[in-house]
T-cell receptor, first 116, second 112 residues
Framework: GAVVSQHPSWVICKSGTSVKIECRSL??????MFWYRQFPKQSLMLMAT?????????EQGVEKDKFLINHASLTLSTLTVTSAHPEDSSFYIC????????????FGDGTRLSIL | GENVEQHPSTLSVQEGDSAVIKCTYS??????FPWYKQELGKRPQLIID?????GEKKDQRIAVTLNKTAKHFSLHITETQPEDSAVYFC???????????FGPGTRLSVLP
């Protein structure tokens, strides 16, 4: 089946650091990728939707200058958390889908981000 | 926008009993309703889904029912086993590959 690889799986860094998370579709072309954030014991909340070659669409309340999303190819999207602070500590999960909205979504394994 | 509610937030059942989790949604344009199982620190895993043109779908011990008029759908797990213990999320979407709006989740504990 379709595989989405997310890297790194776990990162711990100091406050003020920028962190990049990669999401790759390994065996299909991901025309659309979604980035979700999940705080402990809470649900997944959509942060942004990215389409290959276009600017990402951010959900209300998500700062686009803080969470930089790049979807430069059909197999790779990156999320960069700039100047991360402890309140950004969370579980970040990407999902990817191909086709024109007629293909199922496949989730990555997630990245646990801890900011000290 | 879409709003998905889910009940109960926690559910404990004895092994072998059935478990039912209910969700409601607000946007009548939603037409795809997946259910995910998530274990601690892991990715959500799709366990069953249903489209709005179907009222019920079953896969072994798991079934989902949809009442589009009332805008609610339910997950039914029969003959529960300890390995069914996890957090379950329902979601609603306007399409198969569109962004999901997730419910708040139900923590299911199956007691041996």
């Amino acid at each position: 089946g379709a595989v989405v690889s997310q890297h790194p799986s776990w990162v711990i860094c100091k406050s003020g650091t920028s962190v990049k998370i990669e999401c790759r579709s390994l065996d299909f072309q991901a025309t659309t990728m979604f980035w979700y954030r999940q705080f402990p014991k809470q649900s997944l909340m959509l942060m942004a939707t990215s389409n290959e070659g276009s600017k990402a669409t951010y959900e209300q309340g998500v700062e686009k200058d803080k969470f930089l999303i790049n979807h430069a190819s059909l197999t790779l999207s990156t999320l960069t958390v700039t100047s991360a602070h402890p309140e950004d500590s969370s579980f970040y999960i990407c999902s990817a889908t191909g086709g024109n909205g007629n293909q199922p979504q496949h989730f990555g394994d997630g990245t646990r981000l801890s900011i000290l | 926008g879409e709003n998905v509610e889910q009940h109960p937030s926690t559910l404990s059942v004895q092994e072998g009993d059935s478990a039912v989790i209910k969700c409601t949604y607000s946007d009548s344009a939603s037409n795809y309703f997946p259910w995910y199982k998530q274990e601690l620190g892991k990715r959500p895993q799709l366990i069953i889904d249903i489209r709005s043109n179907v009222g019920e779908k079953k896969d072994q011990r798991i079934a989902v029912t949809l009442n589009k008029t009332a805008k609610h759908f339910s997950l039914h797990i029969t003959e529960t086993q300890p390995e069914d213990s996890a957090v379950y999320f329902c979601a609603a979407s306007s399409g198969y590959g569109q962004n999901f709006v997730f419910g708040p989740g139900t923590r299911l504990s199956v007691l041996p």
